[in-house]
């Protein structure tokens, strides 16, 4: 199983970006999909998780509102739309699927 998470980058506060996870020799089924960050010196947090068959979603107090998670079970690719980015939200971004995870992605919010 590989999970490819792209999408990350430099943005300025206020910014958008869209982070994509491409999963390869799974499929997703009723798989819960799911979207962690990790900022320097704190520990990962999960932000957002998808249910693949019914689209049922879950958010962390810290991104809802801001951020939506999506899958395109055609694809077997998971999304995060990210709006109104702060210097809070620059991390790693990781997605996890199973237990398995993505090398993770760099967003950087500047001020």
């Known amino acids: 199983v590989q999970l490819q998470a792209s999408g990350g980058g430099l943005v300025q506060a206020g910014g958008s970006l869209r982070l994509s996870c491409a999963v390869s020799?799974?499929?997703?089924?009723?798989?819960?999909i799911a979207w962690f960050r990790q900022a320097p010196g704190k520990e990962r947090e999960g932000i957002a998780c998808?249910?693949?068959?019914?689209?049922?979603?879950v958010y962390s107090d810290s991104v809802k509102g801001r951020f939506t998670i999506a899958s395109d079970n055609a694809k077997n690719t998971v999304y995060l739309q990210m709006n109104s980015l702060n210097t809070e939200d620059t991390a790693v971004y990781y997605c996890?699927?199973?237990?398995?995870w993505g090398q993770g992605t760099q967003v950087t919010v500047s001020s």
């Open positions: 996890n699927i199973g237990g398995h």
């Open positions: 998808i249910v693949s068959d019914n689209d049922d979603t």
């Open positions: 020799g799974l499929t997703f089924g009723n798989s819960a």
